[in-house]
């Protein structure tokens, strides 16, 4: 009896203590895929290498990846660019500000984005993404995302890219901060770039699509089922660390001491984390804290690493 | 002999002692029309209520107004819509930041912009001025300058409105991020307010046209030469007020201790100031300090001012 | 009948009306002597050059000086060191913050106070007045206060200073900070320093004794009585500059456009203001606004302003 | 031939490359010790559980700890109070500001240090060191840092703690900043607490002392040599974590993306890091580049921890 034997028997028992929580969460309203369930919906999938899965709740909750895909742009931008490019162009810094701030970016010179991981940050990376015409650019995300899901079918649910275009004016205004600063080029077009950037944040998964994605880096970007190399190592490596340090707002450094795995949270309640060599995991819980985060998400996973013995550190 | 016509005799002889600081300056040098002339360029020209006038330097030179319309342009909103309208939208507060900066929207509740001659308030004041079309918000804009300034072939620089746009990002990134407040609504068209915006900085003057401005400020708002009131005395007052508080950037302070006058500076070099029941004064030097205001436009003020007495205070 | 014939008429009435607002504010606290009047004190006195004094509402409430005594510290600084050793200390911009921020502090390049009215500013300007020990300095200042007011009996309210000690623990941070930057020098003792500040802080006075300051300010620094000249007429003329550009904390952009008077407001309540050339205004009224400024004697003073058209505007 | 064995033959040459980096930082000027010896002083030292010890470089070089006692503080006071209490007075979050700003302290809410390794969190931690007087608790600190580094001669250099003083000022202003913010209490006298903490900073230290320190967290809290438990291994697993989001101050980021151990520098030039389960490392280079670390001291272990694939991502 493995341990993912051992954890599937209380899994679900688990999985119902930590759900009170999203009681003290609120759902982000603008995205209408959220309203159409529950509150206190909440699923996880744990993947092994080995393709052992096991889940409990509400594991067929569709829900868009948000800033969760901004992991995985960051590494198709590592893999289009390379480490110097791409690092010219954001830091490697956490801040202690919230994600769309624009406060830090002012105070700092030369004016580039503290992180990737961070709205500023992932914008320019979405600049920095290959490809013929945006468009082209955006399928090219898209594929990659597949790739790295092992799952062909996944798809941008339009709805939710629509309204994302209503809340996009503090966005635009940060795209623009980055164009006056010459982070963005002229040749960067805003419209252009926010649209690619709010396709991939549009991407509709399953937490078990998370798992699958999450194992990839797990698993040092080696595809588990057919063992072919997706990313390289060492943009796995840049991935996870700043999963660490930058991964869940501005409640990281609380998530690494309390939980120790690399992760990245999104506004739609997603959590995507993992334990580096042993699983991918995908957790969904639309009621988030006053971080950004899922309650109930981040209860969970803080329980079973504790339990676990997960933590890195 | 009055006060004007002592003045006369030595006017040239302290626009040449003033002449040489503008070596210490810079000149815009994104604005074409400044390219064109010496970068020594110093004028000025005083009127009184009762049409002497007196002039030394470059009075020929042209120049857009730039942050000096920002002063028009509010008391036009105040005399479309009212006080209580206005200053729903925009504060009434001094700041010691840069006049561009979003740092300070970013840290006060409820985020609006702090006065309306910074850029981010200005930019809320051109979307108050009332109007069919933005074609005719425009109008209405240069047909109010035409009458305050007594000159019925006031122009927008097409060239410098143009090059404007070229620089355009950060006030767009303002724009965005006062629509994402809410300060400017979801009816309101960012590329049509900013056009309204440059159209406004762009209208080209001469110091004489700045004199004539400033002179109807003086006289409290009536036409000297018609005795028609063309601004309630109540919006002059308020827009006397701005000027002492916040018209010359973050130089304010000092420009009030030092001169002790209304005044409201531009990037091109322009000085709009007035001596309240007496003169109004108009200036060009483009050479800039580092607070954005002429070097020797404020060096030839303050001379002016402190021979004359003519502080306020 | 003058002017001040005509105001006593209906003085008493315009207390009454603007008493009505103090129970929208908050007394302070930490000072002994606002709790034990009631919550709606309210009082004004207002005197002319020629000695005719008019008053209504609580004339006899005895208060502290608190940060108006920031204005006379600043004119004693300027009669011992003069205008350029003061300003190379502090700065002479208005901020939008806070009167105790730090952070403009930490922003602004070469990190001196941005003006001698903020809690950092008048600490320096502590640390500059003149005198063989802190007890000699403390001593000076009391005397020009006494020498300025007319009113040889002012005293320093000791249970007030004393309670400003435990509340010192703020202004410490910014001494040290000022000393960490060398605005304050390694020969500033923080703690003596501190001591001549609170000193003057809690200097106690009635409504008359700040009409009688503020009317050697009106008179440009002649003593209306015997015709000597107390301060010289530059050092009034900066002093006046402050207090419309940064008298009234955060809220002076609004109060010059409110009421366009010189003026200066204390945490106590009171209110120190001018009508430039005719009269010395003091005002009483414990209960402060969000910004710190007293509730009802702002009405108070706006009243009279807009109905006497006493702006300088 | 282990792992040891295989670095120690090229140690020397990594050391001597590492070294002219040496001549892009500038040494804290204020530190005695450390004018001492040559601008590109360069030491390394590894220790493994089972006693294997290699070095190379300036090994008897001794500097005091700074910045890097801030991890075994934080311990203590962990062993001293527990989690839950700790963590009511000093955040969990990295910043990308400055050490020593007090920014950040203004801008969040409750007003808590963001971490317990910027100044303001350490100078927090010092004051809930247990004991019955100043003295007392800083015997205690000396003592703990004496059985963690097996070293029973560590000793406080006084006068790198006098020379400290001079610099306090920063340290005061913060100090004073927190008790008026209630996070240090009435009880809190800021000048003992300043003792404690420069005392602790001045604690003098080889790089063997610090990798055997680095060892025991490497190892969990276990002594090595005697099998003991000398921290909990839940507070080891809080410092290491601190160590990756926050260790080497606002490149903390950029050192887990570059080298990916946990780590933590000081103004004196050293660098405590370790290899998880494996190694304690110390490392001494007193030449800083502009975000405060050891120059040459971060090249050396970026090189080691790429050619050993040591980075825990």
Request: with cysteine; proline share 4%.
């Amino acid at each position: 009896m493995n341990e993912l034997d051992q954890i599937q028997d209380w899994l679900t028992e688990v999985v119902d203590i930590s759900r009170v929580f999203a009681s003290q969460g609120e759902v982000a309203a603008y995205i209408p895929e959220l309203l159409k369930a529950p509150h206190d919906t909440l699923g996880i999938c744990i993947i092994s290498p080995d393709g052992q899965t096991i889940s409990a709740g509400d594991v067929d909750f569709e829900l868009t990846l948000q800033s969760i895909s901004k992991v995985f742009t960051l590494i198709l931008a590592l893999m289009d660019l390379g480490e110097a490019h791409v690092f010219s162009k954001v830091g490697k810094e956490p801040t202690g500000d919230d994600f769309n701030s624009m406060l830090k970016l002012e105070l700092v010179e030369p004016g580039i984005p503290f992180n990737p991981l961070i709205n500023a940050g992932a914008i320019v990376i979405s600049a920095l993404i290959q490809g013929q015409s945006p468009q082209h650019k955006s399928e090219r995300i898209l594929n990659f995302f597949r790739l790295i899901s092992g799952n062909a079918t996944l798809e941008v649910d339009e709805e939710v890219f629509m309204s994302e275009a209503a809340h996009a004016h503090r966005n635009r205004s940060l795209a623009y901060f980055l164009k006056d600063n010459g982070v963005l080029t002229d040749q960067d077009d805003v419209e252009e770039i926010l649209e690619i950037y709010f396709r991939h944040c549009s991407i509709k998964v399953t937490c078990s699509d998370m798992a699958r994605m999450a194992l990839v880096l797990a698993n040092e970007g080696v595809d588990p089922a057919s063992g072919e190399s997706l990313i390289p190592r060492r943009y796995v490596q840049i991935a996870k660390t700043f999963m660490i340090t930058c991964g869940m707002y501005n409640a990281s450094g609380e998530f690494a001491i309390g939980v120790g795995l690399p992760a990245k949270s999104g506004v739609s309640g997603g959590i995507l984390t993992l334990v580096p060599g042993k699983y991918g995991i995908g957790i969904v819980g639309p009621a988030l804290n006053s971080k950004g985060n899922s309650v109930a998400g981040v209860h969970l996973i803080e329980l079973l690493s504790r339990r676990q013995k997960w933590s890195m550190f």
